[in-house]
């Protein structure tokens, strides 16, 4: 057994999908499928139950994944330690994040506790909000930065001694082409969009997001037209560059897409929140010292961000 088919088998468990989960590995299905395929023969149990509308993990195949994500923990820890040893890095933290326009926001929070902590190392993997819970409880990240509606999963954090900090809220903006006939707007309000197409964010990847902007339209009494789905910031902007739609983004957008997208305030405020998730870390470590700062960089904030 390699440690790739331990990748491959976490990552169809997580995905409940072979063809997801190749397009996440960045390889092709019918591999991947051969691929655990042979780890059932080598294991002599089958680990997934499969449909040809869902792939479910059976019992035996549950009982290997709490076991598979350790293997994966405890090597690339391994490979860590011993690095980080060779350049005198007395510990590493890594963090998960959900897209490069949002880990920009978070630079400063790093930047301090660099300042703080030379010694100690940062690594970055970029995630959906959900899978880095799942990391995090799996002790395989040490920190996620998430699109979650923390009060909705308050048990599940305690039970599992996660602490939370609000570390961004970005006000939400309407994005649009250039040509667009309200590019040049000072302000709009959410019902000048109800006959619009609208590109949005994949929900169970943003579900903040996704549930903040669909209550919003509601609100304002109607169901957006939603024509087209993205599983990244960059790609719903994208479709409104192209002038195929109009989506809602953060105003933070702005900063990397104000060459390709006109973002024009909502007359409506609207907000998203990004939490930062962790184990209740001990008095003085690099990870309490990483909630200290990253308190300090959030309290300096504009309470009410409009750019």
Known sequence: MELRHVRYFIAVAQERSF???????NISQPPLTRQIKDLEEELGVLLFERSTRSVTLTPAGAAFLQKARAIIYESTSAVEAAQSSAHGVSATLHMGFMSSIMLAEFAPIFAALHAK???????????RSDLQLDALIDHRIDVGFVDLGVSQISGRLRSEEIVTDAVLRDRIVVCVPYSHHLAKAKQVSLQDLRNERFAILERHLYPAHYDTVIAA?????FTPDIAYHGDQLPTVLTYAASRMAVCFAPACSANSWSRHVAFVPLRESIFIDVHMLMHKPAPGSPLDMLRTVAQEVASNRPRNPSC
Request: proline residues 4%.
């Open 117 to 127: 902590l030379p010694s100690v190392a940062m690594r970055f993997s970029q995630m």
């Open 19 to 25: 063809s997801r989960a190749a397009k996440r590995l």
């Open 217 to 221: 339209c509601k609100k304002a009494r």
